[in-house]
């Protein structure tokens, strides 16, 4: 991926639409963060699928794709933000016209089970996507403002290590890929594989197995992902469950074992996950890594002022 396409920047007046690409979420939550947007002087649009109920989905795929792609086509909408993340919002990946939006760049932010939109959105159409908070839980989310820094085309936003584990140390240059774990692991041979290529890959998760995370780990080592990519970056793996049988590893060795022999910088216990802190990622944005400094900086803007 050569050229990046960046959206134009988000400033207050401007207009971000909701739509749940993933599970349904309670109108409370959505009302309370669209409260905390609009005193910051953004409006916001929830479109009406974002409360739409199957199971445990926010409506079918249909709807889904439709509130999506409707959104992108609004000139008004300068932003699109995920409502929540929970499961199913992969099958979009067969629904959207990538062609489509590929000539009007907008903001796409979401993480969660959002990682495989926001992965394809840029793999297909170089447009930068955003790794964060899902919009309803930003009443409650203490790096909003970090957010709306990058969202807003500062340039210099760094993300910081302070409590960094360096498993492999070095410096590393390259544009961003990651998200989820659970859901990154199956976009190797979904997405085109250029997109991979040179890429600082950061992962998080929740609520697995130490077993499954092992696996899931070792799929990507051996789809080349690990040897392809610029660096590797582990953010919280929080509330890590134990097998019936006791696994026995622990993650450090896992991480250590998986990446022993790559000539990458490794790096985890970093602020973003599922966990008490979540800075923000733009995906397919340039940024750079340095282990001595305990600081992924941003050099160029994620936006366009």
Request: charged share 25%; net charge neutral.
């Amino acid at each position: 991926m050569t050229k990046k396409h960046l959206a134009p920047a988000l400033k207050p007046g401007d207009t971000i639409g909701v739509f749940a690409p993933s599970s349904w979420v309670e109108k409370d939550d959505i009302e309370k963060s669209k409260a905390i947007l609009e005193k910051k002087g953004y409006k916001v649009f929830v479109h009406p699928q974002t409360y739409e109920r199957l199971n445990q989905s926010a409506g079918n795929h249909l709807q889904k794709t439709l509130a999506f792609q409707g959104l992108w086509q609004r000139d008004d909408i300068k932003a699109i933000w995920a409502a929540g993340g929970g499961n199913r919002a992969m099958y979009l990946l067969d629904t959207i016209n990538f062609e489509k939006i590929k000539s009007s760049p907008k903001i796409l932010i979401g993480f969660s089970d959002v990682t495989s939109l926001l992965n394809a959105v840029y793999a297909h159409t170089a447009i930068v996507t955003f790794h964060g908070q899902v919009f309803k839980n930003l009443h409650k989310w203490k790096e909003l403002d970090h957010a709306l820094n990058i969202l807003s085309g500062k340039k210099d936003v760094a993300v910081p290590f302070s409590d960094a584990l360096v498993v492999r140390p070095g410096r590393a240059k390259g544009h961003l890929m990651g998200g989820n774990l659970s859901i990154f692991q199956y976009l190797p041979g979904t997405l085109p594989e250029k997109a991979f290529k040179g890429a600082i890959i950061f992962l998080e998760d929740c609520n697995e197995e130490l077993s499954r995370i092992d696996r899931m780990l070792l799929h990507l080592k051996r789809s080349g992902i690990f040897e392809n990519a610029a660096a590797l970056l582990l953010g919280e793996f929080s509330n890590m469950l134990e097998s019936q049988r006791p696994f026995g590893f622990k993650f450090e060795d896992i991480v250590s074992e998986l990446t022993d022999g790559l000539e990458i910088p490794v790096v985890m216990n970093l602020p973003f996950g599922h966990g008490k802190t979540l800075y923000s990622l733009p995906i397919g944005a340039s940024a750079k890594l340095d282990t001595a400094e305990f600081m992924l900086k941003l050099p160029e803007p994620a936006t366009q002022i």
